[in-house]
């Protein structure tokens, strides 16, 4: 296990720092080695999904803006290696839904962010903090998402918010898109802003039916918290 987790780390790191990598947060992110890399089981699986969340939690509380601004929490997968687009997208929001149902036993949803993918201001929430989702897998038909394992990354909202705060996120955000599209040849229909479209439809990476919906539901009992 630690040997293959030693060659995925490595693996995405060279994925990330080829030259015309578009995500320029994410070059940061390696250069300062604030790229937490933890490999699972596959994606599928259900088992380690208490592991996830605790090695999530510890990602949260190590977390200093002032200190670690541009830093990720990822998750690779042992496979499943041969699934299409789509089927890695209904895997990506089971593995969600099933880390919402443990947390919402445990904590609140950001409040800083809505609980309705449908909702222009929601934002996926473990731990009572936002994040902003990115899926990789081997069959994505954009290149900056086509990565030889599942990877689910987590990014905490808190940057993008202090990017906002500071007056340089438009620039940030708008760079990376310019990017994205020399990188994969053609601009990305799926990318919208914050406030002004449900970030839900960004996470899978594949481009969506105008008919879309996204398959997630906020757990009722999470009510309770807060």
């Not at 293959?4 to 578009?22: G, M, R, V």
């Not at 499943?80 to 919402?100: C, I, S, V």
């Not at 445990?106 to 962010?113: E, F, R």
């Amino acid at each position: 296990m630690q040997s293959y987790l030693s060659q995925t780390d490595e693996n995405l790191k060279q994925f990330i720092a080829e030259k015309n990598f578009p995500c320029v947060g994410a070059k940061t992110a390696l250069t300062k080695d604030q790229i937490s890399v933890n490999q699972y089981g596959t994606l599928d699986d259900e088992s380690e999904n208490t592991d996830i969340l605790s090695d999530l939690y510890a990602f949260i509380e190590r977390f200093d803006i002032e200190k670690h601004m541009f830093s990720s929490f990822v998750c690779t997968f042992e496979g499943p290696w041969d699934h299409t687009e789509r089927q890695y997208e209904r895997l990506l929001w089971a593995k969600l839904q099933q880390l919402h149902e443990v947390d919402s036993r445990l904590h609140g949803w950001d409040k800083a962010v809505s609980r309705d993918p449908e909702h222009d201001n929601f934002s996926f929430s473990l731990g009572e903090h936002a994040f902003f989702i990115v899926c990789l897998n081997p069959a994505s038909r954009r290149r900056s998402r086509r990565f030889e394992s599942p990877t689910i990354v987590f990014n905490l909202h808190e940057q993008f918010d202090k990017l906002k705060d500071e007056g340089k996120f438009e620039a940030f955000r708008d760079h990376i898109r310019k990017r994205d599209s020399v990188f994969c040849g053609s601009d990305n229909p799926m990318l919208g802003n914050h406030g002004s479209d449900s970030e839900a439809k960004q996470y899978s990476g594949r481009l969506l039916e105008e008919n879309w919906k996204c398959p997630f539901h906020p757990s009722t009992e999470q009510t309770t918290h807060g």
